[in-house]
């Protein structure tokens, strides 16, 4: 059996039916992060603003390029990222322990590519 532990988890909370995310494309999504201890480490719904990002592209954690692909505007993902696709060895900011595995429930609102 493969270690799971190594693994990036995707699980489909809700599956949407707008538009799927493809590589290059500008996402607007909310998100809560977790630590596996279940400390919230951030969240776009506390800031009250959604966050928007390039998936695909190296621009995010490769826990959210890998992740992400294929999920449809409406719907809400969770991730376990494990450590080597997250922050790996470095400690990123007051929480967020070197060598981490990380968890966010993700809301998709809206997906840009460029041919629109």
Known sequence: MADSTQELQIVDIETG???EIAK???ITAHYNGFLED???FDSSYTRGKPFQCVIGTGRVIKGWDQGLIGMRVGGKRKLWVPAHLAYGERQIGAH???NSNLIFEIELI???TRDE
């Open 17 to 19: 039916s707008g538009k």
């Open 24 to 26: 290059g494309a500008l």
């Open 38 to 40: 279940g400390t919230v």
């Open 96 to 98: 967020i322990k070197p």
């Open 110 to 112: 809206e997906v840009l």
